[in-house]
């Protein structure tokens, strides 16, 4: 668990943003793939679209 209370924490594992597509935007290193990480069970897919194979296998396919 994180050491900095995160209040946006709340709203992600909230009933109404269950089974939705969520997108974390922010600064570099600010804990935003971390906290995604600690929220996540195992049913949970992750992609960080700022790597390029990534990026490019969802553009070609986005049914991943």
Request: some cysteine; aromatic content about 4%; glycine content about 8%.
């Amino acid at each position: 668990m994180s050491c900095f209370p995160r209040i946006i924490q709340s709203v992600l594992s909230g009933g109404v943003s269950r089974g939705k597509v969520r997108i974390l935007l922010g600064a570099r290193q600010t804990g935003k793939s971390t906290l995604l990480r600690q929220m996540a069970d195992k049913h949970t897919v992750i992609f960080n679209l700022q790597e390029r194979r990534t990026r490019l296998d969802l553009e070609r396919d986005p049914h991943i």
